[in-house]
C-alpha cells in the first residue's frame, strides 16, 4: 500500500487494500472472465478496474488530496469506471485464476459499496431495489401475497413449526417457478416435515442489496428473516439459490450481529444426504446424455460442487456431461452480479455461449441449479438458433420420483 492510501477505509477492509495494491496486471484473469469473452474490452477487465480504483483513492484521500483538497477526476472517466464496476458479474472467475490470489468475488461488491457511499452508483434500474423491497418485501414489486402461487403443489403439507425450513426467495419465486416446484416436490418425496413462512413475511434474503452495494436496509431484512424462522423452531434452512445461500452462510451472521440459530445448505445438499441414506429412491429411468452447470456463487461461492453431481449421477440411465469449465472454474452464464437486467445484451451473450458448449457436447438437457441461471439462460434460447431443454435439478429430480 502507497504511503498517502494508508489511512484510507471507506468499506474495504485493509486486507482488499492490500488486494488493490498488489495486481501486478500479468492480466492472466483476462482468459477466464466471461464478461471479456463476449465483449472483448480489456478496458473493463480486472487489473484496469483496479488501477482506476487507486488513481480514485489516490485523487479523492490520498495525502495530496488532503492537504491541498481532492482533485477533480474526469466525469466520462468516473461514468465509465462506475460502468466497468457494474458490468462485472461478479462471478469470481478473475480471483479463482488470479495469480496472487485476490478473491474478487467479495473485492468487485465491495468496490460497488464504496462508489454508492460515494454517491456515484447504483446504476440504472438497481436504485429501484430498496424501495420495491420496502413496498412488496420482493426485488420484482410484485404482490407479495402471490409469493407461492400459481407455483405451490397442490396437497403438499407445510407445517407451522419444524427443524427445517425452506426458503424460496424472490428469483424462485416469481421468476422460475418450476425450480421452487420442484424443491417443494423433492422436499415432500422425501418426508421430513418442513416448514416455510407465510409468503408475506419471506421477504428478500438482502442478496440483490448487497451485490449491488446498497446495504442500508440489510441488517433489518436479516433480521426479520432470522427472528421468524426461530420463532419456528427452525435448525437447518433450506434454499435453491446460490446467492441466497450466499450471503445468508457468509453475511448473516454479520448483520444480525452473532452466530444464527439455525444451519444454511443448499437444497442438493439436502438431496444428496437423502439420497446415498436411502431416503429418497427414483421410480423412473432417463436415458439421455445430461450437461450440468456450476452456479458461480454455488460452486466458487460455497463449494457445493459434488452433491449436484451426486444427485444427477443417481438417476437411473443417466449420462452426465461436463462444460470444459466447470466446479470451481465454471464460466458465468451471464445472470450474476445483479449485471442481466442492465446489461441484457452481455448477458444474451454470455447465456448462448453456455448454450452453444451444451448444445456441442451433444447434450439432451442443460442443467441448472440456481434461479438467475435459470431465467437468462431460458431468455438467451428465445429466438436463437440452437435449442436445447432447459431444466433445474430439482425440477428434473421432482419429475423422476
Ligand atoms: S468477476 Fe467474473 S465477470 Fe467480473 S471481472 Fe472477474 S471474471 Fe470478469
Ligand atoms: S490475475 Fe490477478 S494479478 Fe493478474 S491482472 Fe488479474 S487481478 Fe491482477
Redo the contacts with the bound molecule.
Sequence with gaps: MKADEKDFTGCLSKLQLIELD?????????KHCPVQDVTGRPAI???EK?RMFREFIKATDGLKARLFGPRDIDKKLLEDFTKAVYECTTCGA??Q????G?F?QRLWPMLRKEMVRRGLAPIGPQANLPKAIERTGNIYDKPPEQRYSPWFPEGVMVSERSDIAYYAGCTGAYEAQPMVRGDVLVLNAIGEPFTMLPPEEEVCCGFPLFITGQHDMLEDLTKRLVNAYRARGVRLLLCSCPCCVNIMSRDWPLFYGQQLPFKIRHITQFVADAIRQGRLRFKKELKERIIYHDPCYLSRGVGVIDEPRIVLRSIPGVELLEFERHGLNSRCCGAGGAARKVFHENAIAMGRLTIDEAVKKKAEKLILSCPACYSKVNEAMVDYDKQIRIVDIMELVGSLI
Aim: hydrophobic share 20%; net charge neutral; aromatic share 0%.
Design positions: 498488489s495486481c501486478t496486471r500479468c492480466s492472466e484473469c483476462l477487465s480486472p487489473p483496479i478473475c480471483g485464476n488470479c495469480t496472487v485476490i474478487t
